[in-house]
């Protein structure tokens, strides 16, 4: 498979990228930094240079174009304002579902969060990206032409991946370590039977690869 991911240069993405190229998949990360394009050739991936923030859906389009699958695993991160949270956790991920469509790219996953809600209240900066999570993942699961998967991990750890995980559309709260979220979204992308699913994801005791297989039988 050929797959795209936005936010190339994440935690969690950086990760995904060596696990795809490792079992032979051909993997673009898009990135915002030049300089973070050695990091990801290192991981195995493809560096495609494009800020989401200010690109047209024709622009993004273009990099998705022939592309298997798209995965969505950008975040303004844990030091960035409210209105980033706007323009890249909910904008970008509208721009790249879009673009998907545009494109022709069927298979869609999106890395959200936790109790993400586009009705989520509160004031602080958290609250403003758990409903930016929640109005993308609202607006992906309203697109017909994508064959849309949404992840929702639960507290990430840089912990050592154990391969054991609790994937369930309801699992309530608890940590995951990145490693692990990774494992998965490699199974989910992979997994077209686990279109139209919204799923949350914790540490558990059931291996990546039969959780995936269980959720996809539902």
């Not at 990206?129 to 064959?147: F, T």
Request: proline share 4%.
């Amino acid at each position: 498979m050929r797959i795209v991911i936005a936010g190339g240069h994440g935690q969690i993405a950086l990760r995904l990228e060596r696990l795809l190229a490792a079992r032979g998949d051909e993997v673009a990360g898009i990135i915002r930094k030049p300089e973070q394009a050695d990091d990801l050739r290192a991981a195995g991936a493809e560096p495609v240079v494009l800020d989401l923030e200010s690109s047209s859906v024709d622009e993004v389009a273009e990099r998705l174009r022939g592309a298997d699958a798209a995965i969505f695993a950008a975040g303004a991160g844990p030091g960035s304002g409210a209105a980033r949270k706007e323009t890249v956790d909910k904008a970008a991920a509208v721009l790249f579902a879009d673009a998907a469509v545009r494109a022709g790219v069927r298979r869609f996953v999106i890395v959200s969060s936790m109790a993400a809600d586009p009705e989520h209240e509160g004031d602080e900066i958290f609250d403003a990206y758990l409903r930016a999570k929640g109005e993308a993942d609202a607006y992906v699961r309203s697109l017909d032409g994508l064959d849309w998967t949404v992840l929702r991990p639960g507290a990430l750890t840089d912990d050592t991946g154990t391969g054991l995980v609790r994937l369930e559309a309801r699992t309530g709260r608890g940590p995951v370590p990145r490693d692990d979220v990774a494992s998965v979204l490699a199974e989910l992308v992979d997994t077209p039977a686990t279109t139209g699913l919204t799923l949350e994801l914790i540490s558990g005791s059931t291996p990546v690869s039969v959780a995936v297989k269980s959720v996809a039988g539902n």
